[in-house]
């Protein structure tokens, strides 16, 4: 019933940009705290940057500065956008939503990014 869906990940340059999208179904985004987290091989999953409903955000100390998140409370979509992306970025990336019924995850898209 749930559905998230990530896009946007890519292999990108040092130094560069992406941003990436989940879209949602059977929720909705924007009355539910929302976040991105990233797993790399070998390593544990961390959050990257969440938002609530009343639009506070929180962010991971190494993405300070560099990383964004926002909604789309129209298209029921949630952005995380990445610059300045380093290698240590690389990661697939995950958004979640935690609602009254419960956390839901997406299936995650790849960020790789080169020397």
């Known amino acids: 019933q749930v559905q998230l869906v990530e896009s946007g990940g890519s292999l990108v340059q040092s130094g560069g940009s992406l941003r990436l999208g989940c879209a949602a179904s059977g929720i909705i985004l924007s009355i539910n705290a929302v976040g991105w987290y990233r797993q790399a091989p070998g390593k544990q999953r961390e959050l990257v940057a969440g938002i609530t409903p009343g639009g506070s955000t929180n962010y991971g100390d190494s993405v300070k500065g560099r990383f964004t998140i926002s909604t789309d409370n129209a298209k029921n979509t949630v952005y995380l956008q990445m610059n300045s992306l380093k290698p240590e970025d690389t990661a697939v990336y995950y958004c979640?939503?935690?609602?009254?019924?419960?956390?839901?995850w997406g299936r995650g898209t790849q960020v790789t990014v080169s020397s």
């Open positions: 979640n939503t935690l609602g009254a019924q419960g956390a839901y």
